[in-house]
């Protein structure tokens, strides 16, 4: 079937909620109402004419900070060798939809991993957990707002590129573990730069290692 | 007992005949209670909870399962992932399309030229880059069955070692060093390349190279018919696999296993083949399938066996790729390797292709600008690995060892 037909099937079943059909795109696409995908999920898998047995990706998307969160579905037929994408779009505020990993079982791994790094939740998957990521990393990483967390179990997280900036060790009092308390030194280095000293120049009070 | 319902029972009907619990789809009616049901069942008696890796030996990277077992059976398998994650697709957010392509290359670091391969693939499409030199496009096939030879003795290799066979794994070593030096002529690398890029290759091919390529199928083709009688017609290697991790095949299209492993339960789907990228539509070669023949279809033994006669499809392909290179030999490889990457505002595109692990998949977003706006990488690893629970329920934990070799993972290609 060409994507046109299978786009046609799709609007003589669910009318308005199919919101958009792009056939220019070069991956033709058909976008959909969230709260249906697993009505029309069940709908591809199960209709003999278009019988999409193979989910081949399933993505998350941050289309931008201002902008919506969405995930796309890359679907394939095996028997009749015929493709389809199809879209969503979620709000950025409250991005929820319903899981479909009981009719690809593909995508219960997948669900996961857009759960895990782009905080997309779906409703009625039965292991909604991080995959990639530890259990309590903050924030989801492929957000395009996301800011990397300072410290994980003590250990700094951000690469800091200028590690000669940094020098003692120090234990922190809050978490009870050892972690780098970084203290700068570019001023003495700038200022043994002055004077003519070579960059290996220590300055006072410093301890070694 | 939990273990003989999962071994037998797949399916579970009402008094009206109804299906109301599906092991394999995990659907059915009564999905949830079947599971509370059995969970609560499970964990009475001698069950222990045991952890493994992700520093085992046998699980081929940093792979975590932990495991249910009743004595040696293993109840239920929970794999843990990530060790190995490197955000790919962050950093691919950040660099220039071009510079993406050495982290493509540490995705599955065994199979490096396939992984150029599939991105080079994807972003050509994006910018409607086609018509390549021949040179280029022959190239492209060559190496990367080279390294689906090279992939593919190491899967097999490692797998004789899972199954306690120390020869084979020295053997196929031996031999992938082979190409590890034609490769490492050609790219100065011998295991991530960087070699395929955006509409050509980065470097010229050395004088020579084809003749000692010939001279490595040459030299290649009796080994491989010694490996086989190695291993694959030993007696104590068929009873440790024919009957173990039956992977249905209705079963491998739902979780999306790709490659040997999908082909190994007996459909024949091949990227190659039905779906022919590159110049692949050219060339004469067999997709072969598991037949189940000396055991139950979809067992560990086919999914080794399809390995084994990829091998030599592969140097058919390669035989057909030097007869056909020949007239194109003094193109440049560079010619058409585009100035700028600059896809237009809000393409996007998924493509796919054949790896030795199966099928990769690129879907790249572009905004406009020159470095990438989303790339998602769909690795075969990923989905192959998610059915261990399923296959290996029921079975004793020495046959868990052979199933996760059967599946031939590489950890960075499932935790990107």
Redesign the interface.
């Known amino acids: 079937m060409t994507p046109e037909q299978i786009h046609i099937k799709l609007h003589e079943k669910f009318d308005d909620h199919i919101l958009e059909f792009n056939v220019e795109?070069?991956?033709p696409y058909v976008k959909i109402d969230p709260a249906k995908i697993y009505e029309v999920a069940t709908f591809l898998r199960q209709t003999s004419e278009l019988d999409f047995?193979?989910?081949?990706?399933l993505?998350g998307?941050?289309y931008g900070v201002d902008e919506n969160l969405g995930v796309?579905y890359?679907l394939h037929s095996?028997q009749h060798?015929h493709r389809i994408?199809i879209r969503v779009d979620l709000s950025r505020e409250n991005p929820t939809l319903p899981s479909v990993?009981?009719?690809?079982?593909?995508a219960?791994?997948?669900e996961r991993e857009a759960f895990d790094?782009l905080g997309i939740r779906f409703e009625g998957h039965?292991d909604l957990r991080?995959?990639?990521?530890?259990d309590d990393w903050e924030g989801y990483?492929?957000r395009k707002d996301y800011i990397v967390q300072e410290f994980y179990k003590g250990i700094r997280v951000p690469y800091q590129e200028d590690w000669m900036k940094y020098e003692t060790l120090e234990k922190n009092p809050e978490r009870g573990n050892f972690v780098f308390q970084f203290e700068s030194k570019v001023p003495e280095l700038i200022e043994s730069a002055k004077n003519g000293n070579n960059s290996d120049h220590k300055p006072e009070g410093s301890t070694d290692g | 007992m939990f273990g003989n319902l999962f071994k037998k029972k797949r399916y579970l009907f009402d008094d009206e005949g109804t299906m109301v619990f599906d092991m394999a789809h995990s659907t059915g009616k009564y999905y949830d209670e079947a599971m509370k049901k059995l969970e609560v069942e499970s964990y009475q008696g001698d069950e222990m909870v045991v952890n493994m890796g992700p520093q085992h030996p046998s699980t081929h990277g940093v792979l975590r399962l932990e495991l249910v077992l009743d004595g040696e059976v293993v109840k239920k398998t929970t794999p843990h992932i990530g060790y190995l994650h490197r955000n790919f697709e962050k950093h691919a957010e950040n660099i220039g399309y071009n510079e993406v392509i050495p982290f493509c290359d540490r995705i599955d670091y065994l199979a490096s030229m396939n992984q150029d391969m599939a991105y080079a693939l994807a972003v050509e499409k994006l910018i409607g880059l086609s018509d390549l030199p021949e040179k280029v496009e022959y190239m492209r096939v060559l190496t990367c069955e080279l390294n689906r030879i090279a992939s593919h003795l190491v899967a097999i290799g490692t797998f004789g070692l899972d199954v306690g066979a120390f020869t084979p794994f020295l053997w196929a070593f031996r031999d992938r060093e082979k190409i590890m030096d034609l490769f490492e002529w050609l790219s100065g690398a011998r295991l991530l390349y960087n070699y395929i890029w955006v509409g050509g290759l980065a470097r010229e091919v050395p004088d020579g190279w084809f003749e000692k390529v010939r001279e490595f199928l040459d030299y290649f083709g009796p080994k491989m018919v010694e490996f086989d009688k190695l291993l694959s017609t030993n007696h104590i290697f068929i009873a440790r696999t024919a009957e173990v991790g039956i992977l249905a095949p209705d079963l491998a299209v739902s979780y999306g296993c790709t490659g040997p492993v999908l082909r190994g339960s007996g459909i024949k789907w091949d990227l190659r083949k039905d779906e022919p990228y590159s110049y692949y539509d050219r060339f004469d070669f067999d997709v072969p399938v598991g037949a189940g023949e000396l055991g139950q279809l979809g067992s560990v033994l086919d999914r080794y066996l399809v390995r084994i006669r990829e091998i030599d499809e592969s140097v058919k392909i390669i035989r057909q790729v030097l007869e056909g290179i020949e007239p194109f030999k003094d193109q440049d490889v560079k010619a058409a390797i585009p100035k700028k990457i600059r896809p237009a505002a809000g393409a996007e595109v998924y493509v796919r292709s054949e790896t030795p692990r199966g099928e990769l998949g690129f879907l790249i977003r572009s905004d406009g600008s020159d470095v990438p706006f989303r790339v998602k990488a769909r690795s075969p690893c990923f989905s192959n690995i998610s059915v261990i629970d399923n296959i290996s329920r029921g079975g004793m934990i020495a046959d868990l060892v052979v199933i996760i070799g059967s599946l031939d993972i590489v950890l960075g290609c499932i935790d990107r």
Not at chain 1, 53 to 57: E, G, N, S
Not at chain 1, 101 to 106: K, V
Not at chain 1, 130 to 134: A, F, G, M, T, V
Request: charged share 20%; hydrophobic share 45%.
């Open positions: 795109a070069l991956d047995t193979a989910l081949m990706c993505s998307m941050d796309v890359n095996i060798n994408t990993e009981t009719i690809w079982r593909t219960d791994w997948h790094l039965r991080r995959i990639l990521c530890p990483p492929l």
